[in-house]
């Protein structure tokens, strides 16, 4: 039994490990390996926040690009809207297309963009493929203030819920109240992030990424 404990008590110190000595060092080297160990957790922890700040400035850049997409909307009648997208970035905007339309005022209307000769209206394709920038929209104007944004308008037709003809407010006949219409449209910049952006009345709310 004492040879036994005495066997055990040899194997937990390190100078009688059988394959050889462990050498524990010096309290100096301890310092210099602690020291070196805590400046490679300061310097993964300074990258990571570095990286952190950099895609926060990346997104905001983003964003700031998507605000300079702007929406007009304005009412053409008792039962329809133009809606106005304009581009007043440095870059063009793609894909741009209506996601969603609705009036809250009649929730079970549907919605188009193409009133034909006989009257009926039809949804139609809402999809551009590109709307271009500022500048290229007129090389001959050499200052933003004077040239004319680029623009996609896009006419808009309330229609009745299962026939398509237009939904007339036959309750006083007058213009669509456009605090009640909330229009989504949908984009995609130049540096490839979609964007949803809705009216807010005859203006626009704040772009969302996708």
């Not at 210099?32 to 990571?48: C, D, E, G, N, P």
């Not at 999809?127 to 896009?154: C, G």
Request: net charge neutral; charged share 20%; hydrophobic share 40%.
């Amino acid at each position: 039994m004492i040879a036994a404990t005495a066997a055990l008590a040899g194997l937990a110190l390190p100078k009688f490990i059988p394959h050889g000595r462990l050498q524990m060092g010096t309290v100096g080297e301890w310092v210099a390996a602690s020291v070196t160990f805590a400046a490679v957790i300061t310097a993964f922890a300074i990258a990571t926040v570095d990286r952190r700040e950099r895609e926060k400035e990346r997104r905001a850049e983003e964003a700031t690009v998507a605000r300079l997409v702007r929406l007009r909307v304005t009412c053409t009648g008792s039962a329809s809207v133009d809606v106005y997208i304009r581009n007043y970035g440095e870059l063009p905007i793609l894909d741009v297309d209506i996601a969603n339309v609705s009036w809250t005022k009649h929730p079970e209307a549907r919605w188009g963009t193409i009133l034909t000769n006989d009257g009926t209206i039809a949804r139609g394709n809402t999809k551009r493929p590109m709307l271009l920038n500022y500048r290229q929209s007129d090389n001959e104007v050499s200052s933003y203030q004077e040239a004319s944004p680029p623009t996609i308008n896009y006419p808009v037709w309330f229609m009745h819920p299962t026939v398509d003809e237009a939904l007339i407010d036959t309750s006083n006949f007058a213009p669509i109240d456009l605090s009640t219409v909330i229009i989504k449209i949908q984009f995609t910049t130049a540096n490839g992030v979609r964007w949803e952006t809705s009216t807010i009345g005859s203006g626009m709310g704040q772009p969302v990424r996708l």
